[in-house]
């Protein structure tokens, strides 16, 4: 069976002590959340050592929001996988639409990243999703497999085991506008399918797909109904620790 999984990407927002106060509430709100819903947060690379004292021993996981695609060297300014798993964080974010869109990152840099975050020990939330032009010319289809097929499809089955996708339609991510439940269901779906034409049914049902967008406490629960939304992956409102441990409660 799947898991079901909440994970809140902070963005560039909160200074380390407001990022340590937020993962504090999460600890002590978390304990109103089912045991199989699984609890991340993705913070700022300066938080992931402070933030990893406050989560160790609890439910929460830790995550980074990203991580090089070098190994090590002269890369002045990137972070490592190996540096990341070093925190004690046990997962990244990859292929943000944001790091897309703002610092040119191609399927091909992630199929690096991907690699050396596996390498590490790393388990990958993987972002696809199509931007506002591709949806209105009807290729959202054609994009997310694309961009699924560009990086997955050099992975292995059993690699798959460490790698959650999260569709995110661009054109849904802070804008307020969310997808409704059967667009968000539509793709997943297809997203499935995909999986399973490269790696077998078995994969592909086994693969957590999180839908990112405007998700909030409000309309998280018609979203999760949806047979191929395991979760959630949570931006403005992970900002809240009220509001992401309510997302969190909408299984
Ligand atoms: C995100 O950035 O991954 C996201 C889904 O943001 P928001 O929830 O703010 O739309």
């Known amino acids: ?4 999984i909440v994970a809140g990407n902070w963005k560039m927002n909160t200074t380390v002590p407001e990022g340590v106060a ?3 509430a999460v600890v002590e709100k978390s304990a109103q959340v089912p045991a199989e819903v699984g609890l991340i947060v993705a913070t700022p690379f300066t938080h992931l050592c402070p933030v990893a004292e406050v989560v160790s021993d609890t439910r929460v996981e830790l995550s980074a929001e990203n991580c090089a695609d070098k190994e090590k060297g002269a890369y002045t300014g990137e972070v490592s996988a190996a540096m990341v798993a070093s925190t004690g964080a046990t997962w990244t974010i990859l292929g943000h639409s944001e790091r897309r869109q703002y610092y040119g990152e191609t399927d091909e840099k992630l199929v690096e990243k991907v690699k050396l975050a596996l390498a590490n020990g790393l388990k990958v939330i993987l972002c696809v999703g199509e931007i506002l032009d591709e949806r209105q010319a009807g290729r959202h289809f054609e994009v997310v497999k694309a961009q ?3 990086v997955l499809f050099n992975f292995s089955a059993a690699e798959m085991a460490s ?10 991510i802070g ?3 969310t997808a409704t439940a059967e667009q968000a269901e539509e793709i997943h779906a297809f997203i499935r399918k995909v999986l399973a034409a490269h790696f077998g049914e078995q994969v592909a049902e086994d693969t957590t797909i999180l839908y990112g967008g405007s998700c909030k406490p409000s309309n998280a629960k018609e979203l999760f109904a949806q047979k191929d939304v395991d979760g959630g992956l ?3 409102a992970a900002l809240k620790a009220d ?3 309510g997302i969190a409660l909408s299984f």
Do not use: S
């Open 175 to 177: 804008t307020g506008l």
């Open 148 to 150: 699924v097929e560009n």
């Open 22 to 24: 937020l993962a504090k």
């Open 163 to 172: 790698i959650v996708i999260a569709y995110e339609p661009v054109w849904a």
């Open 1 to 4: 069976m799947r898991k079901k």
């Open 243 to 245: 509001d992401f441990i």
């Open 234 to 236: 949570i931006g403005g």
